[in-house]
């Protein structure tokens, strides 16, 4: 079965990040096989991303069928995907107008950019920006300046300006930062990259009320949260509260690159030349798209979420038990097992170098381990995911 390992030559691919000795050429649901015919059980689906897993047979469908009909008429025009798609995120979200992108971070410049022309319109040209500590919000350079990642201010300084750092979970700390020029606050609901910490039901509801009462917008970044991941279609929802601007990435492509900007009609006053982008509301993704939010609220689904996010909590509960971890923590299934020590990283190389079949896991922290499978995972892959974590776990100790 295993044939000599193939050397690569990927000289010409430019270095961004440290990659392992292997080409990934296949995928079905919860597994990927690599360019020697190892499998890989995936519990990092390209970062939350293939919320349906390697291979989703209604995805392949939608894009062979749209790839035929029509790819791109150019964003000048309407087409029929991108409208279906935005009557789908408005018909099941508090929002009304939706514009579509092609990452996350570009979402996310684009909620900084309509949140400052709000501003600009209303409130006497604010501008500020609060966000929090850890947070994570793209590689640009506004969406940098937006993230709390320690670092990122000098890395390419200098920054964008008009951002501000809070305490997640912290009321005071955004009340101190504010002033007469803040137009939004804007968190995760689940700071994923942060280290899976979800946001408190009694933080998020007060928050909401203070920008209220304070003419400041909320604005949700639900690029990894978002699209059934924490087991409701949308994070917000398991607050009771409406955010006023709310970004999707990741999860709303299934693993093909879309990413979308949702606001309400009263906050939604981009006008011609503000907003645009060539690839925006192309029907080769918005069709895919449908096809996943489609998938997402067929009955019964997001109560599996909860059922399978449940099953992974109580397995990674009994690891830490046994191995006197610091326990586990996230919402749906986009979960952290807390090590108490930094041995993430080398588990993570562990788990991808095991014999014979390999484990894909992240470690966004040294001492935290991330899990973020597809969302219609096995529940007997959830057990052989927490068997080998049990194996790891036992030769590092
Ligand atoms: C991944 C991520 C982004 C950036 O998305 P890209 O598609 O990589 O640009 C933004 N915000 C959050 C919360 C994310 O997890």
Not at 42 to 49: R, S
Not at 171 to 199: H, R
Not at 218 to 236: H, K, N, P, S
Request: hydrophobic share 40%; aromatic share 8%.
């Amino acid at each position: 079965m295993h044939k000599p390992a193939q050397t690569i030559d990927a000289h010409s691919v430019m270095f961004i990040t440290q990659r392992p000795e292997l080409v990934m050429v296949e995928g079905k649901g919860s597994w990927l096989t690599d360019n020697n015919g190892k499998r890989y059980l995936d519990f990092l689906q390209g970062w939350a991303v293939n919320c349906l897993g390697h291979g989703n047979p209604g995805m392949i469908e939608a894009l062979n069928t749209q790839a035929k009909k029509l790819i791109n008429p150019s964003p000048a025009f309407y087409n029929e995907p991108m409208i279906g798609l935005s009557n789908l995120l408005t018909a099941n979200s508090c929002f009304n107008k939706v514009f579509f992108a092609n990452s996350g971070a570009e979402a996310n410049e684009g909620a900084i950019k309509l949140a400052r022309k709000w501003g600009q319109l209303n409130k006497s040209g604010a501008f500020e920006i609060i966000t929090f500590d850890h947070s994570f919000h793209g590689r640009t350079l506004a969406t940098m300046s937006a993230s709390g990642k320690p670092g990122w201010d000098t890395m390419f300084a200098p920054q964008v300006p008009g951002f501000f750092k809070a305490d997640l979970n912290d009321l005071d700390s955004v009340k101190k930062l504010v002033t007469k020029n803040t137009v939004a606050v804007m968190l995760e609901p689940v700071q994923g990259e942060g280290g899976v910490i979800p946001v408190t039901a009694e933080f998020m509801q007060s928050l909401r009320k203070f920008t209220k009462e304070n003419n400041i917008l909320l604005i949700v970044d639900e690029v990894q949260a978002g699209c059934g991941r924490t087991g409701t279609l949308f994070a917000y929802q398991h607050y009771g509260i409406e955010p006023d601007i709310m970004t999707l990435g990741k999860g709303i492509g299934g693993g093909v690159p879309l990413a979308a900007l949702l606001a309400t009609d009263a906050i939604a006053c981009f006008v011609p030349g503000d907003q645009g982008g060539t690839y925006n509301g192309n029907p080769l993704m918005t069709a895919v798209g449908i096809s996943v939010i489609e998938q997402l609220l067929a009955p019964g689904f997001l109560d599996s979420v909860k059922k399978k996010g449940e099953l992974l909590s109580s397995e990674l509960l009994s690891l830490s038990e046994e191995f006197h971890l610091g326990g586990e923590r996230g919402q749906g299934l986009l979960r952290a097992l807390i090590l108490g020590k930094d041995i993430g990283g080398k588990l993570v190389d562990l788990a991808r170098d095991r014999a014979p079949e390999g484990l894909l896991i992240n470690s966004p922290r040294p001492n935290l381990l991330r899990f973020m499978p597809a969302l219609n995972v096995a529940d007997d892959e959830i057990r052989q995911m927490c068997n080998i974590l049990r194996e790891l776990l036992k030769q590092v100790a």
